[in-house]
């Protein structure tokens, strides 16, 4: 294996930088702290693992209609309002929304690839490219559910940026078993039989993370588990016996909703690390239009001093 690919979570990234950085205004008057944040939050990233390749994996379908047939919860708490036939509308602070398309006509202006999949979230695309990658990847985002992504023979590791880009965790699977008791293989069962109330995932009523770990501890999967349940002669105990029949038809559809999608047609070229900016009186224009000069300097001067390709070290 060869270079290192670097795929960000490009959603979560903006939304942490609008959230935890205070105003910042463009001369016009637009906030623009989440492109700022971003910008620098790439910075940082490339600088300190020096990727050879690197993508920003877009939303474009940030609530997919075949998960919500599946399981009409999911993600419904941050759907604005619902309108027969037109799309969902995700809840998005307007200062924050009108920061989107400056933020993918920046990173256009850099070369910086620019990713996503009709009817997919931005984690589809992340596990399609973190799979058979012929490179090791680092994953950066704060959703746990890329967990299950987590390979240690195929060096692929998460960048949890749960407590911030600047402390983030690097998770491979000794950290998974140490922090859930599970292996990332299991983290999607893991995640479907606990719940998650920030994906409208509601989970089995009564079993929490430590009845899930130990369930799958003992039954190695969610069929395992499914038919320990059925089978009166098992010894699965009979309150979670009670609760696994139960949620039958939670349990029938909830895998597949949580499942990361791993085989999307999706293009493998153009994802090296631009050097220079592809578009660079654009970028000139836009930095100054946005008050964006600095960070836009920082990402060109971290850019340019990455090594060739056969120089990078692993990180």
Not at 83 to 110: K, N, S, T, Y
Request: aromatic content about 6%; some cysteine.
């Amino acid at each position: 294996m060869t270079g290192r690919l670097l795929l960000l979570d490009t959603a979560s990234l903006y939304f942490r930088a609008y959230f935890g950085a205070p105003e910042i205004l463009a001369p016009d008057g637009t906030n623009v702290n989440a492109v700022r944040g971003l910008l620098d939050y790439i910075s940082r990233l490339v600088e300190q693992y020096q990727p050879t390749d690197l993508v920003c994996c877009w939303d474009d379908d940030w609530r997919p209609q075949w998960r919500v047939d599946l399981l009409p919860t999911y993600k419904a708490h941050r759907v604005v309002a619902e309108v027969a036939g037109a799309p969902d509308i995700e809840e998005v602070p307007d200062p924050l929304e009108v920061q989107v398309p400056i933020i993918r006509e920046v990173l256009r202006a850099f070369g910086i690839a620019v990713i996503g999949a009709p009817g997919y979230e931005a984690d589809d695309v992340i596990g399609t490219l973190a799979t058979d990658a012929g490179q090791p990847v680092d994953v950066v985002t704060g959703d746990r559910d890329l967990f299950q992504l987590v390979d240690d023979e195929a060096e692929v590791r998460i960048l949890y940026v749960g407590r911030g880009v600047g402390r983030h965790e690097r998770v491979d699977e000794a950290w998974v078993v140490e922090k859930y008791g599970v292996r990332p293989g299991q983290y999607a069962d893991f995640a479907t039989l606990r719940g998650d109330p920030s994906d409208g995932l509601p989970g089995v009523k009564g079993i929490g993370e430590k009845t899930a770990a130990a369930l799958l501890q003992k039954y190695g999967d969610m069929s395992g588990i499914r038919a320990a349940a059925l089978d009166p002669t098992s010894d699965m105990g009979p309150a979670p016996r009670l609760r696994i029949n139960e949620a039958a038809a939670y349990l029938d559809v909830a895998p597949t909703v949580v499942a990361v999608a791993r085989h999307l047609d999706l293009p493998r070229d153009g994802l090296a690390v631009p050097r220079v900016a592809v578009a660079a009186a654009d970028l000139e224009e836009l930095a100054e239009r946005w008050g964006l000069t600095t960070p836009v300097s920082r990402l060109t001067a971290v850019l340019a001093g990455l090594p060739a390709p056969e120089e990078v070290d692993p990180v």
